[in-house]
């Protein structure tokens, strides 16, 4: 069960972009996520006449690793660990490790 996962608003923990928050938009891999404002990039690209695409500066959202983000907890409005919890009926569900409330995405 991943910790993170995709809709989950997150913050940044460590490097330039520490501090700003977004939505996970994807997992990239089993390490990587794409989160929207974080870690974006100018990639310049060629002209493609076949595709129809025209060249110049573009800004790109790039993958960051999941340890440098941490689950963003709105009563506290603070950084937060995710933990495991088995409810009664054998269902796993994730938690907020520092109040112990059910995670809702």
């Not at 310049?44 to 993958?63: C, E, L």
């Not at 950084?79 to 994730?94: E, F, S, T």
């Amino acid at each position: 069960m991943n910790k993170i996962r995709k809709g989950d608003e997150v913050i940044v923990l460590t490097g330039r972009d520490k501090g700003k928050r977004g939505k996970v938009l994807a997992r990239v891999d089993a390490d990587h996520l794409s989160v929207e404002g974080v870690n974006i990039v100018k990639k310049h690209v060629k002209p493609n006449p076949m595709k129809g695409t025209t060249g110049g500066v573009i800004s790109k959202t790039m993958p960051i690793h999941q340890s440098n983000v941490a689950i963003y907890n709105a009563t506290t409005a603070k950084a937060d660990r995710v933990g495991i919890k088995l409810l009664a009926d054998g269902k796993k569900v994730r938690v907020f490790k520092s109040s112990g409330e059910q995670i809702t995405a």
